[in-house]
């Protein structure tokens, strides 16, 4: 019977190797995006440094351990190789370094030397691997949280377009086999993260069906809406004829209507002056007579 769980054990921890290097190898496209560009602006560096972290901090459990951890241990060597090149990559074509730099101080000197240093010189060598265990979960716990943001995205937006189903689907997988290989250990650290990482997958899963649809309606009104500008073009263009005659014939009206106003407005009124001389001309007689 041991024997038999043994080959169990090997059997999860080869698939969950496969999967989760499939999983670190998902994020190519979007590096092939930044070369193509020759800049990284627009992406994000936390992914890539706390994936590294995470990866540093289960290498140093399993050698603590150092319990059937090999493939433990050659999953996240893996990694930690392939998220370094990911991060020397982004920092390379980054045209704001400073930022990277200084979440690479935070996290990954900062603390993965502090829990390094406080586990060596503060913990017991006995009870060394539990404490660093329980690190790993409390921290895998957090990382299979985080897709909650993208979750409550996809509800409020009903678009799957920063959800990536193969990945979902990858990460799912890939927590179902870690929950066994840790369950046949009887390694809790292990097994417990996954159950959540698995119930994560699955509700990604199940929104990735539900607004599948709906985002291709949105995708092919998208495409139909440049059409109505088009028509709407085409329809001016027969009116301007029209509308053009109609502003050059109020253009003469209000010309021959400005031209007859003109002589009025501008010649002087003699009739009044004319008739104020004859009045005085005729008190100048009647004076004279009398």
Known sequence: MAIFSGDWVLAFGLLGNAISFMVYLAPLP??????????????????????????????????????NTTLLITINSVGCFIE???IFFYLFYAPKKVQTIKIILLL??????????????????????????????????CVFIAPLGIVKQVIRTKSIEYMPFLLSFFLTISAVMWFFYGLLLKDYNIAIPNVLGFSFGILQMVLYVI?????????????????????????????????????????????????????VV??????????????????????VKM
Not at 226 to 253: C, G, M, S
Not at 272 to 281: F, M, S, T
């Open 30 to 67: 979007t590096f092939y995006q930044i070369y193509k560009k020759k800049s990284s602006e627009g992406f994000q560096s936390i992914p890539y440094v706390v994936a590294l972290f995470s990866a540093m901090l289960w290498m140093y459990y399993a050698f603590l351990k150092s319990d």
């Open 84 to 86: 370094t090149i990911y």
């Open 108 to 141: 990954i000197v900062g603390g993965f030397g502090l829990i390094f240093l406080s586990t060596q010189l503060g913990v017991k060598a006995s009870e060394r691997a539990h404490v660093v265990g329980w690190m790993c979960l409390v921290f895998s716990l």
């Open 211 to 263: 607004y599948k649809n709906a985002d291709r309606t949105a995708m092919n009104d998208k495409q139909k809406l440049p059409e109505i500008p088009n028509k709407i073009i085409i329809l001016e263009e027969h009116k301007i004829p029209e509308l053009t005659e109609q502003i050059i014939d109020i253009v003469k009206i209000s010309a021959l209507l400005n031209a007859e106003k003109i002589p």
């Open 266 to 287: 501008s010649q002087p009124n003699n009739d009044g002056i004319e008739e104020a001389h004859h009045h005085q001309n005729l008190s100048k007689e009647i004076k």
